[in-house]
């Protein structure tokens, strides 16, 4: 299984982007997207549940971020508004929930929001 992530770039504060996210291989009931800032612990961004219908999300990407999976191209989005400098960061989409852990990564796409 492959976790594909794409999308990143740079984007002044206020500016939006969306990233990508393809999976190969098996379909999982879970993605996610979680993010690593210079010199910060990684942290999570948000998740959905597609077999429950459930998504949640970080209290910084609340109101902000939408994650969005289309089933049929295997591809869950990140639509990412109002970006501010504090998002700068490696992003990376994750598969396959167990509780608060995810077994599958995929590699990171660089998002830079200038000031």
């Known amino acids: 299984v492959q976790l594909q992530a794409s999308g990143g770039g740079l984007v002044q504060a206020g500016g939006s982007l969306r990233l990508s996210c393809v999976a190969s291989g098996r379909t999982f009931g879970s993605y996610g997207w979680f993010r690593q800032a210079p010199g910060k612990e990684r942290e999570f961004v948000g998740g959905l549940t597609w077999t429950r219908g459930s998504i949640d999300y970080a209290d910084s990407a609340k109101g902000r971020f939408t994650i969005s999976l289309d089933e049929a191209k295997k591809t869950m989005y990140l639509q990412m508004n109002s970006l501010k400098p504090e998002d700068t960061a490696v992003y990376y989409c994750?598969?396959?929930?167990?509780?608060?852990?995810?077994?599958?990564w995929g590699q990171g796409t660089l998002v830079t929001v200038s000031s």
């Open positions: 994750v598969a396959a929930r167990i509780g608060s852990s995810w077994s599958s």
